[in-house]
């Protein structure tokens, strides 16, 4: 799956790590700042993003459930909500 993050918030975001699935992480975004991940899914689980947002660790969901054979590419826009797309 190939996923990419951008910054929709209003302020730079820093230790964004991908959990579930095959992981991943983005040391930093800017404001407005886009960045594309590769996550290898190796069988059924959930995607969520867990950030630093002026110094505070915050937590979205991007996918509650994902499986091998769903190849997609999507984009999440981090901005602190939930937006459970499948």
Not at 59 to 82: L, R, W
């Amino acid at each position: 799956m190939r996923i990419t993050f951008t910054n929709a918030t209003q302020t730079t975001l820093t230790d964004i790590t991908i959990v579930g699935c095959g992981g991943g992480h983005i040391d930093k975004l800017e404001i407005g700042q886009s960045k594309t991940v590769w996550i290898d899914i190796k069988g059924d689980c959930s995607i969520n993003v867990d950030y630093l947002s002026n110094g505070q660790r915050k937590k979205e969901t991007v996918a509650g459930y994902v499986t091998s054979s769903m190849g997609q590419k999507i984009n999440h826009n981090i901005d602190g909500k939930d937006k459970d797309i499948f």
